[in-house]
Protein backbone atom coordinates (compact mmCIF):
# COMPACT_ATOMS: atom_id res chain seq x y z
CA UNK A 1 0.00 0.00 0.00
CA UNK A 2 1.19 3.22 -0.93
CA UNK A 3 0.33 6.68 1.02
CA UNK A 4 2.57 9.31 0.34
CA UNK A 5 0.73 11.69 2.52
CA UNK A 6 -2.45 11.38 0.52
CA UNK A 7 -5.25 8.96 0.31
CA UNK A 8 -4.37 5.42 0.44
CA UNK A 9 -4.31 3.49 -2.65
CA UNK A 10 -3.59 -0.12 -3.35
CA UNK A 11 -0.93 -1.72 -5.68
CA UNK A 12 -2.91 -4.54 -7.96
CA UNK A 13 -1.43 -7.44 -6.03
CA UNK A 14 -2.28 -6.20 -2.53
CA UNK A 15 -5.92 -4.93 -4.30
CA UNK A 16 -6.68 -8.71 -5.88
CA UNK A 17 -5.53 -10.39 -2.61
CA UNK A 18 -8.14 -7.75 -0.51
CA UNK A 19 -10.56 -8.84 -3.21
CA UNK A 20 -10.11 -12.16 -3.23
CA UNK A 21 -10.01 -11.83 -7.01
CA UNK A 22 -7.43 -14.58 -7.25
CA UNK A 23 -7.37 -13.66 -11.18
CA UNK A 24 -9.11 -10.42 -13.09
CA UNK A 25 -8.69 -11.82 -16.91
CA UNK A 26 -10.07 -11.12 -20.18
CA UNK A 27 -11.80 -14.77 -20.11
CA UNK A 28 -13.87 -13.82 -17.18
CA UNK A 29 -17.58 -14.07 -18.56
CA UNK A 30 -20.68 -12.28 -17.51
CA UNK A 31 -21.66 -16.09 -16.93
CA UNK A 32 -18.67 -17.41 -15.25
CA UNK A 33 -20.21 -17.86 -11.58
CA UNK A 34 -16.72 -18.65 -10.16
CA UNK A 35 -15.39 -15.76 -10.87
CA UNK A 36 -17.87 -13.70 -9.68
CA UNK A 37 -18.18 -15.78 -6.44
CA UNK A 38 -14.94 -14.20 -5.98
CA UNK A 39 -16.02 -10.87 -6.55
CA UNK A 40 -18.98 -11.26 -4.12
CA UNK A 41 -16.57 -12.13 -1.73
CA UNK A 42 -15.40 -8.52 -1.67
CA UNK A 43 -17.88 -7.34 0.30
CA UNK A 44 -19.65 -7.85 3.71
CA UNK A 45 -23.19 -8.74 3.06
CA UNK A 46 -26.42 -9.40 4.90
CA UNK A 47 -26.39 -12.92 3.84
CA UNK A 48 -30.26 -13.24 5.24
CA UNK A 49 -31.55 -10.63 2.71
CA UNK A 50 -31.64 -10.37 -0.68
CA UNK A 51 -30.57 -7.10 -1.96
CA UNK A 52 -31.80 -6.18 -5.94
CA UNK A 53 -32.55 -2.36 -4.63
CA UNK A 54 -28.90 -1.16 -5.50
CA UNK A 55 -29.79 1.75 -7.82
CA UNK A 56 -30.62 3.23 -4.36
CA UNK A 57 -27.32 2.30 -2.30
CA UNK A 58 -24.93 -0.60 -3.02
CA UNK A 59 -22.86 -1.73 -0.30
CA UNK A 60 -19.18 -0.30 -0.77
CA UNK A 61 -16.77 -3.29 -1.00
CA UNK A 62 -14.95 -3.90 2.19
CA UNK A 63 -11.31 -2.20 1.28
CA UNK A 64 -13.76 1.19 0.63
CA UNK A 65 -15.59 0.68 4.15
CA UNK A 66 -12.32 -0.04 5.63
CA UNK A 67 -10.59 3.04 4.19
CA UNK A 68 -13.75 5.32 5.77
CA UNK A 69 -13.33 3.69 8.99
CA UNK A 70 -9.13 4.55 9.54
CA UNK A 71 -9.85 7.88 8.26
CA UNK A 72 -12.51 8.43 10.36
CA UNK A 73 -10.09 6.98 13.79
CA UNK A 74 -7.26 9.32 12.51
CA UNK A 75 -9.98 12.59 12.43
CA UNK A 76 -11.06 11.63 15.87
CA UNK A 77 -7.71 11.69 17.41
CA UNK A 78 -7.52 15.50 16.53
CA UNK A 79 -10.56 16.61 14.21
CA UNK A 80 -9.14 20.50 13.61
CA UNK A 81 -5.71 18.85 12.27
CA UNK A 82 -6.14 15.57 10.87
CA UNK A 83 -9.71 16.62 9.18
CA UNK A 84 -7.57 19.60 7.95
CA UNK A 85 -4.97 17.12 6.74
CA UNK A 86 -7.19 15.14 4.78
CA UNK A 87 -8.89 18.05 2.98
CA UNK A 88 -5.80 18.59 1.70
CA UNK A 89 -6.15 15.52 -0.56
CA UNK A 90 -9.59 16.86 -2.31
CA UNK A 91 -7.62 18.28 -5.19
CA UNK A 92 -6.56 14.52 -5.95
CA UNK A 93 -10.08 12.94 -5.26
CA UNK A 94 -10.96 15.64 -7.91
CA UNK A 95 -8.44 15.04 -10.63
CA UNK A 96 -9.03 11.19 -10.35
CA UNK A 97 -12.84 11.68 -11.11
CA UNK A 98 -12.66 14.04 -13.65
CA UNK A 99 -9.83 11.64 -15.80
CA UNK A 100 -12.28 8.31 -15.15
CA UNK A 101 -15.19 10.93 -16.22
CA UNK A 102 -14.32 12.73 -18.72
CA UNK A 103 -13.78 16.36 -18.04
CA UNK A 104 -11.11 19.06 -16.84
CA UNK A 105 -10.47 18.93 -12.58
CA UNK A 106 -11.25 22.51 -12.71
CA UNK A 107 -15.22 21.72 -13.67
CA UNK A 108 -15.87 19.43 -11.50
CA UNK A 109 -16.90 20.22 -8.01
CA UNK A 110 -17.08 17.29 -5.18
CA UNK A 111 -20.49 17.36 -3.41
CA UNK A 112 -21.98 14.31 -1.02
CA UNK A 113 -24.32 13.43 -3.73
CA UNK A 114 -26.80 13.78 -6.49
CA UNK A 115 -29.52 16.04 -5.11
CA UNK A 116 -27.40 18.52 -3.24
CA UNK A 117 -24.90 18.38 -6.86
CA UNK A 118 -28.47 19.15 -9.11
CA UNK A 119 -29.82 21.66 -6.53
CA UNK A 120 -26.70 23.86 -6.72
CA UNK A 121 -27.38 24.09 -10.65
CA UNK A 122 -31.34 24.21 -10.03
CA UNK A 123 -31.33 27.37 -7.97
CA UNK A 124 -27.68 28.93 -9.05
CA UNK A 125 -28.98 29.34 -12.98
CA UNK A 126 -30.57 33.21 -13.40
CA UNK A 127 -34.16 32.30 -14.20
CA UNK A 128 -36.39 35.62 -14.41
CA UNK A 129 -40.32 35.65 -13.98
CA UNK A 130 -41.49 33.96 -17.21
CA UNK A 131 -38.61 31.93 -18.23
CA UNK A 132 -39.40 28.75 -18.91
CA UNK A 133 -37.70 25.50 -18.14
CA UNK A 134 -38.56 22.14 -19.48
CA UNK A 135 -38.31 18.88 -17.63
CA UNK A 136 -40.35 15.40 -17.79
CA UNK A 137 -42.59 13.41 -15.44
CA UNK A 138 -40.27 10.73 -14.74
CA UNK A 139 -37.30 13.17 -13.36
CA UNK A 140 -36.45 12.56 -9.84
CA UNK A 141 -38.80 13.80 -7.24
CA UNK A 142 -36.22 15.77 -5.28
CA UNK A 143 -35.42 18.24 -8.98
CA UNK A 144 -38.79 18.15 -9.47
CA UNK A 145 -39.13 19.87 -6.06
CA UNK A 146 -36.78 22.63 -6.63
CA UNK A 147 -38.23 23.34 -10.06
CA UNK A 148 -41.68 23.55 -8.31
CA UNK A 149 -39.98 25.81 -5.58
CA UNK A 150 -38.66 27.92 -8.56
CA UNK A 151 -41.86 28.47 -9.67
CA UNK A 152 -43.39 29.60 -6.66
CA UNK A 153 -40.49 31.86 -5.82
CA UNK A 154 -39.54 33.28 -8.76
CA UNK A 155 -42.57 32.78 -11.09
CA UNK A 156 -40.44 30.67 -13.52
CA UNK A 157 -42.88 28.34 -15.77
CA UNK A 158 -42.16 24.50 -15.63
CA UNK A 159 -43.46 22.21 -18.45
CA UNK A 160 -43.20 18.67 -18.02
CA UNK A 161 -43.12 16.49 -20.95
CA UNK A 162 -44.22 12.83 -20.89
CA UNK A 163 -43.54 9.75 -22.50
CA UNK A 164 -44.00 5.78 -22.42
CA UNK A 165 -41.67 3.82 -20.98
CA UNK A 166 -39.53 2.01 -22.94
CA UNK A 167 -39.15 4.60 -25.63
CA UNK A 168 -36.24 5.53 -28.45
CA UNK A 169 -33.85 7.72 -28.27
CA UNK A 170 -35.59 9.38 -31.53
CA UNK A 171 -38.40 9.69 -29.65
CA UNK A 172 -36.91 11.80 -26.75
CA UNK A 173 -35.26 14.16 -29.07
CA UNK A 174 -38.07 14.68 -30.89
CA UNK A 175 -40.73 15.17 -27.79
CA UNK A 176 -37.70 17.76 -26.63
CA UNK A 177 -37.82 19.71 -29.50
CA UNK A 178 -41.29 20.06 -29.81
CA UNK A 179 -41.37 21.20 -26.35
CA UNK A 180 -38.84 24.05 -27.03
CA UNK A 181 -40.34 27.98 -26.89
CA UNK A 182 -39.11 30.99 -27.61
CA UNK A 183 -39.23 31.42 -23.49
CA UNK A 184 -37.13 28.32 -22.72
CA UNK A 185 -34.45 28.90 -21.02
CA UNK A 186 -33.12 25.15 -19.28
CA UNK A 187 -33.89 21.70 -19.62
CA UNK A 188 -33.55 19.06 -17.01
CA UNK A 189 -33.01 15.71 -17.85
CA UNK A 190 -32.12 12.07 -16.55
CA UNK A 191 -29.25 10.38 -18.25
CA UNK A 192 -30.82 7.28 -17.01
CA UNK A 193 -34.30 7.41 -15.35
CA UNK A 194 -34.81 6.14 -11.72
CA UNK A 195 -37.80 4.64 -12.59
CA UNK A 196 -37.22 1.91 -15.64
CA UNK A 197 -33.61 3.14 -17.16
CA UNK A 198 -34.79 5.02 -19.89
CA UNK A 199 -31.79 5.67 -21.60
CA UNK A 200 -31.88 9.96 -22.76
CA UNK A 201 -29.72 10.95 -26.35
CA UNK A 202 -27.83 13.26 -24.10
CA UNK A 203 -25.46 14.41 -26.00
CA UNK A 204 -28.07 15.22 -29.01
CA UNK A 205 -30.67 16.81 -26.83
CA UNK A 206 -27.67 19.12 -25.44
CA UNK A 207 -26.21 19.82 -28.83
CA UNK A 208 -30.24 20.68 -29.82
CA UNK A 209 -30.60 23.31 -26.96
CA UNK A 210 -27.37 24.24 -27.26
CA UNK A 211 -28.06 25.74 -30.67
CA UNK A 212 -30.76 27.08 -29.51
CA UNK A 213 -29.10 28.83 -26.53
CA UNK A 214 -30.73 26.17 -23.97
CA UNK A 215 -29.00 25.27 -20.69
CA UNK A 216 -28.76 21.74 -19.81
CA UNK A 217 -28.97 20.59 -17.00
CA UNK A 218 -28.48 16.44 -17.07
CA UNK A 219 -29.12 14.07 -14.02
CA UNK A 220 -26.52 11.35 -14.09
CA UNK A 221 -27.23 9.42 -10.66
CA UNK A 222 -28.21 6.19 -12.10
CA UNK A 223 -25.50 6.77 -15.23
CA UNK A 224 -22.07 7.18 -13.58
CA UNK A 225 -20.36 3.92 -13.37
CA UNK A 226 -23.33 2.37 -14.62
CA UNK A 227 -23.14 3.11 -18.16
CA UNK A 228 -19.72 4.89 -20.19
CA UNK A 229 -19.82 8.81 -19.27
CA UNK A 230 -17.63 11.26 -20.95
CA UNK A 231 -18.78 14.63 -19.68
CA UNK A 232 -16.89 16.67 -22.50
CA UNK A 233 -18.12 14.60 -25.14
CA UNK A 234 -21.62 14.54 -24.05
CA UNK A 235 -22.20 18.43 -24.19
CA UNK A 236 -24.07 19.27 -21.34
CA UNK A 237 -23.39 22.73 -19.01
CA UNK A 238 -24.14 20.52 -15.69
CA UNK A 239 -24.25 17.20 -14.39
CA UNK A 240 -24.63 15.52 -11.05
CA UNK A 241 -24.16 12.20 -9.88
CA UNK A 242 -24.07 10.31 -6.50
CA UNK A 243 -21.28 8.10 -6.17
CA UNK A 244 -23.15 5.84 -3.76
CA UNK A 245 -25.04 3.69 -6.18
CA UNK A 246 -22.91 2.30 -9.50
CA UNK A 247 -19.33 3.19 -8.32
CA UNK A 248 -20.08 1.62 -4.78
CA UNK A 249 -18.18 4.74 -2.96
CA UNK A 250 -19.67 5.66 0.75
CA UNK A 251 -22.73 7.47 1.02
CA UNK A 252 -21.76 11.05 1.50
CA UNK A 253 -20.03 11.37 -2.30
CA UNK A 254 -21.12 12.75 -5.05
CA UNK A 255 -19.87 15.64 -7.76
CA UNK A 256 -21.03 17.96 -9.76
CA UNK A 257 -19.65 18.98 -13.48
CA UNK A 258 -20.30 22.59 -14.69
CA UNK A 259 -18.55 23.49 -18.05
CA UNK A 260 -16.19 25.74 -17.56
CA UNK A 261 -18.02 28.87 -19.24
CA UNK A 262 -20.58 28.47 -16.71
CA UNK A 263 -19.13 28.76 -13.44
CA UNK A 264 -18.65 32.13 -13.20
CA UNK A 265 -22.58 33.12 -13.89
CA UNK A 266 -24.01 30.18 -11.45
CA UNK A 267 -24.60 31.23 -8.15
CA UNK A 268 -23.00 28.63 -5.19
CA UNK A 269 -26.09 27.36 -2.87
CA UNK A 270 -23.77 28.36 -0.33
CA UNK A 271 -22.64 32.30 -0.11
CA UNK A 272 -18.98 31.96 -0.90
CA UNK A 273 -16.67 35.27 -1.48
CA UNK A 274 -16.51 37.12 -4.49
CA UNK A 275 -12.82 35.92 -5.46
CA UNK A 276 -13.90 32.51 -5.56
CA UNK A 277 -16.58 33.44 -8.58
CA UNK A 278 -14.77 31.28 -11.09
CA UNK A 279 -13.50 29.03 -9.03
CA UNK A 280 -15.31 25.33 -9.32
CA UNK A 281 -14.51 25.14 -5.31
CA UNK A 282 -17.24 28.03 -4.66
CA UNK A 283 -19.97 24.70 -5.00
CA UNK A 284 -18.10 22.95 -2.25
CA UNK A 285 -18.02 25.66 0.47
CA UNK A 286 -20.49 24.17 3.00
CA UNK A 287 -18.83 24.40 6.31
CA UNK A 288 -17.24 21.73 8.27
CA UNK A 289 -18.36 18.16 7.23
CA UNK A 290 -17.27 14.50 7.65
CA UNK A 291 -13.99 14.14 5.05
CA UNK A 292 -13.55 10.16 5.90
CA UNK A 293 -16.01 9.30 3.11
CA UNK A 294 -14.71 11.49 0.20
CA UNK A 295 -11.50 10.78 0.64
CA UNK A 296 -12.00 7.14 0.68
CA UNK A 297 -13.53 7.90 -3.23
CA UNK A 298 -10.39 6.80 -5.00
CA UNK A 299 -10.74 3.11 -3.06
CA UNK A 300 -13.70 2.69 -5.10
CA UNK A 301 -12.43 3.62 -8.32
CA UNK A 302 -9.52 1.43 -7.62
CA UNK A 303 -12.19 -1.24 -7.78
CA UNK A 304 -14.16 -0.13 -10.16
CA UNK A 305 -11.12 0.34 -12.55
CA UNK A 306 -9.89 -3.61 -11.64
CA UNK A 307 -13.04 -4.47 -12.52
CA UNK A 308 -13.83 -3.09 -15.50
CA UNK A 309 -16.87 -0.82 -17.18
CA UNK A 310 -17.24 -3.52 -19.99
CA UNK A 311 -16.83 -6.41 -17.90
CA UNK A 312 -19.04 -5.09 -14.89
CA UNK A 313 -21.84 -4.03 -17.70
CA UNK A 314 -22.23 -7.32 -19.15
CA UNK A 315 -22.22 -9.16 -16.00
CA UNK A 316 -24.90 -6.60 -14.65
CA UNK A 317 -27.27 -7.25 -18.12
CA UNK A 318 -26.69 -11.12 -18.00
CA UNK A 319 -28.21 -10.94 -14.66
CA UNK A 320 -31.43 -8.51 -15.66
CA UNK A 321 -32.15 -10.17 -19.15
CA UNK A 322 -32.36 -13.50 -16.86
CA UNK A 323 -34.90 -12.38 -14.52
CA UNK A 324 -36.65 -10.38 -17.26
CA UNK A 325 -36.66 -13.60 -19.77
CA UNK A 326 -38.37 -15.32 -17.54
CA UNK A 327 -40.95 -12.79 -16.19
CA UNK A 328 -42.19 -11.47 -19.71
CA UNK A 329 -44.05 -15.23 -20.27
CA UNK A 330 -46.04 -14.20 -17.61
CA UNK A 331 -49.41 -12.74 -19.27
CA UNK A 332 -50.29 -10.60 -16.32
CA UNK A 333 -46.43 -9.39 -16.86
CA UNK A 334 -45.22 -6.49 -18.74
CA UNK A 335 -41.04 -5.29 -18.91
CA UNK A 336 -40.95 -1.67 -18.83
CA UNK A 337 -37.31 -1.52 -19.97
CA UNK A 338 -34.95 -2.08 -22.62
CA UNK A 339 -32.42 -4.92 -21.57
CA UNK A 340 -30.61 -4.85 -25.13
CA UNK A 341 -26.93 -4.41 -25.79
CA UNK A 342 -26.29 -0.43 -25.61
CA UNK A 343 -28.99 0.36 -23.49
CA UNK A 344 -28.46 0.65 -18.88
CA UNK A 345 -27.70 -3.08 -18.11
CA UNK A 346 -28.77 -3.03 -14.33
CA UNK A 347 -31.73 -0.95 -13.68
CA UNK A 348 -35.21 -2.47 -14.83
CA UNK A 349 -39.06 -2.67 -13.67
CA UNK A 350 -41.84 -4.76 -14.33
CA UNK A 351 -45.53 -4.48 -13.74
CA UNK A 352 -48.11 -6.74 -13.05
CA UNK A 353 -51.48 -6.91 -14.10
CA UNK A 354 -54.13 -6.66 -10.85
CA UNK A 355 -51.16 -6.37 -8.16
CA UNK A 356 -50.24 -2.43 -7.04
CA UNK A 357 -46.44 -2.70 -7.46
CA UNK A 358 -45.93 -1.11 -3.44
CA UNK A 359 -47.94 -4.30 -2.17
CA UNK A 360 -46.08 -6.47 -4.54
CA UNK A 361 -42.95 -5.36 -3.13
CA UNK A 362 -43.96 -5.31 0.24
CA UNK A 363 -44.73 -9.10 -0.16
CA UNK A 364 -41.78 -9.64 -1.70
CA UNK A 365 -39.73 -8.45 1.70
CA UNK A 366 -42.56 -10.22 4.14
CA UNK A 367 -42.64 -13.48 2.42
CA UNK A 368 -39.42 -13.81 0.37
CA UNK A 369 -37.07 -11.83 2.17
CA UNK A 370 -36.13 -9.80 -0.99
CA UNK A 371 -35.26 -6.03 -1.21
CA UNK A 372 -36.81 -4.67 -4.37
CA UNK A 373 -38.25 -0.85 -4.63
CA UNK A 374 -41.84 0.30 -6.18
CA UNK A 375 -41.84 3.27 -8.86
CA UNK A 376 -44.77 4.92 -9.35
CA UNK A 377 -45.09 7.72 -11.94
CA UNK A 378 -44.90 11.38 -12.11
CA UNK A 379 -47.49 11.36 -14.94
CA UNK A 380 -50.98 13.43 -15.18
CA UNK A 381 -53.77 10.29 -15.69
CA UNK A 382 -53.12 8.67 -19.52
CA UNK A 383 -53.43 4.97 -20.12
CA UNK A 384 -49.87 4.85 -21.66
CA UNK A 385 -47.80 7.25 -19.96
CA UNK A 386 -49.02 6.54 -15.87
CA UNK A 387 -47.38 3.35 -14.57
CA UNK A 388 -46.67 1.70 -11.60
CA UNK A 389 -44.09 -1.20 -11.32
CA UNK A 390 -41.43 -2.79 -9.58
CA UNK A 391 -38.07 -1.91 -9.94
CA UNK A 392 -35.17 -4.72 -9.91
CA UNK A 393 -31.40 -3.47 -9.43
CA UNK A 394 -29.04 -6.24 -8.98
CA UNK A 395 -24.95 -5.29 -8.75
CA UNK A 396 -22.24 -7.12 -9.22
CA UNK A 397 -22.12 -9.11 -5.81
CA UNK A 398 -25.54 -10.37 -6.95
CA UNK A 399 -25.24 -13.88 -7.57
CA UNK A 400 -27.94 -16.00 -10.07
CA UNK A 401 -29.36 -17.70 -7.49
CA UNK A 402 -30.79 -14.60 -6.15
CA UNK A 403 -31.95 -13.69 -9.49
CA UNK A 404 -33.48 -17.13 -9.76
CA UNK A 405 -35.06 -16.63 -5.93
CA UNK A 406 -36.52 -13.42 -7.29
CA UNK A 407 -38.13 -15.00 -10.36
CA UNK A 408 -39.83 -17.94 -7.98
CA UNK A 409 -41.03 -15.64 -5.48
CA UNK A 410 -42.68 -13.63 -8.13
CA UNK A 411 -44.48 -16.55 -9.53
CA UNK A 412 -45.79 -17.97 -6.35
CA UNK A 413 -47.04 -14.65 -5.54
CA UNK A 414 -49.16 -14.29 -8.97
CA UNK A 415 -50.66 -17.78 -7.96
CA UNK A 416 -51.66 -16.12 -4.51
Known amino acids: METGGGPVTWSRR ?11 TQAATPDDDAYWREVRRAFVLDRELINLNNGNSSPCPQIVHDAVKR ?3 TCNLLPVHHRTLL ?3 FDGVRRQLADEFGCDAGELALTRNATEALHI ?3 GVELRAGDEVVTTDQDYTRMLWAWDQRARRDGVLIRRIQFPVPTTAADLLERFERALTPRTRVLHFCHVTNGTGQLFPVREICLLARSRGVVTIVDGAQAVAHVPVNLHALECDFYG ?3 HKWLMAPHGTGFLYVRRERIRPTWPLQPALESMAGDIRKFEEIGTQQAAARAAVPEAL ?3 RTIGLERKAARLRALSQRWAT ?4 EPRIRILSDLREGQPP ?10 PAPALVQRLFERHRIIVSAVVSQGRPGPVIDFEAVRVTPNICTTTDEIDALVAAVRLELQG
Do not use: N
Open 346 to 355: ALAAFTVKGV
Open 14 to 24: EFLGATGALAV
Open 241 to 243: TSL
Open 326 to 329: ALAV
Open 302 to 304: AFH
Open 121 to 123: AQC
Open 71 to 73: HLD
Open 87 to 89: EQT
